[in-house]
């Protein structure tokens, strides 16, 4: 391919027309930006003023498509800021009424808005209400929790929540259905020592359904767990004919992990192991299997020797 040599005169008036064009689309962008326009936006609705008295249903979704009037720049960064994304409605003319007229409240809309472009319109403009009956009901909180502990260490004992229980207040076809309400996941990694933190409730769905607190303060004690072997006596069960039954060995070693605090107090009076003579009355068993019956809290049993016991029934 052959290429076209250009003199320095040539080449410096080349250089001045792309400079030119470019100044010029740079001066066109500039104008067109800096002029006034109508766009669309789509904004969450969020609710303050709630009636008392009243119990209220959202007929529309929770969003809107608001008409926003500002320059070209303001519209272009409006599509790339997400923070100013909610519009606040005030709900006391529900006091009376089953519905909002949003362009009556768009001075005050536009009065809370931080940034220079103004809302024009809304669609739809009329926010519609579904109203029941408003109950109040006291409800279990429920935690969620997704934690892994260091090695040898796990929890030692209940979780206290505090408060335990959450009020909600809304409608009664919808609060009377609930009969718990989940906290936000408690996720932890390598725990190794008693956790103390507060934990948010999640919110609402419904726009009108309030909760109380909105978080609560929960204590989830952690040890160290260790090894424990004690001997516990086995108790024959459903001896119906009333047998005379010697069974052997009378005691089985049973082994446990236990928290280091409670290392102490484990004997066999917190157990209590069982054999089930129906298995030989009923189903010919030539040894009885041990079953632990009773165990306490937050023990991990390791192992139970023996595991099968020998008997002798006397007619």
């Given amino acids: 391919m052959a290429f076209v040599k250009l003199s320095a005169t040539e080449r410096r008036r080349l250089s001045a027309f792309f400079t030119c064009l470019i100044l010029a689309a740079v001066a066109w962008v500039f104008t067109t930006l ?24 959202s007929l529309q979704p929770d969003t809107i498509n608001t008409t926003m009037q500002g320059t070209g720049w303001q519209m272009l960064f409006s599509r790339m800021n997400n923070e100013d994304n909610t519009i606040t409605v005030d709900l006391q003319t529900l006091e009376n009424k089953d519905y909002v007229v949003l362009s009556s409240q768009l001075k005050q809309i536009n ?13 739809p403009d009329t926010l519609y209400f579904d109203f029941s009956n408003r109950a109040v009901k006291r409800i279990p909180v429920k935690l969620l929790t997704d934690i892994s502990y260091q090695h040898q260490f796990s929890q030692s004992n209940n979780v206290v929540i505090t408060p335990s229980y959450v009020t909600l207040s809304g409608p009664a076809n919808i609060i009377d259905n609930i009969r718990a309400w989940n906290t936000d996941s408690l996720i932890l990694d390598s725990v190794n020592e008693t956790v103390r933190t507060r934990v948010n409730m999640q919110p609402a769905k419904e726009g009108n359904v309030s909760i109380y607190p909105k978080s609560i303060q929960l204590v989830l004690p952690v040890d160290e767990f260790t090894e424990k072997t004690i001997s516990i006596p086995v108790k024959l069960i459903n001896n119906q004919n009333y047998y005379k039954v010697k069974i052997f060995p009378l005691k089985v070693n049973v ?52 595991q099968n016991i020998d008997f002798i029934v006397r007619k």
Avoid at 257 to 283: G, H, K, P, V
Wanted: hydrophobic share 35%; net charge negative; glycine share 2%.
């Fill in 255 to 306: 082994t446990f992990i236990t928290s280091l605090n409670r290392y102490a107090e484990m004997d066999e009076e917190l157990f209590e192991a069982s054999a089930d003579l129906t298995l030989w009355s009923d189903r010919d068993y030539t040894t009885l299997p041990v079953k632990l019956t009773r165990i306490p809290a937050y023990c991990k049993i390791v192992k139970i020797e023996p």
């Fill in 111 to 123: 009065d809370r808005k931080e940034f220079d472009e103004q809302i024009v319109g809304f669609n």
């Fill in 34 to 57: 800096s002029g006034t326009y109508n766009f669309t936006v789509k904004k969450e609705l969020s609710y303050k003023n709630a009636p008392e008295k009243r119990a209220f249903h």
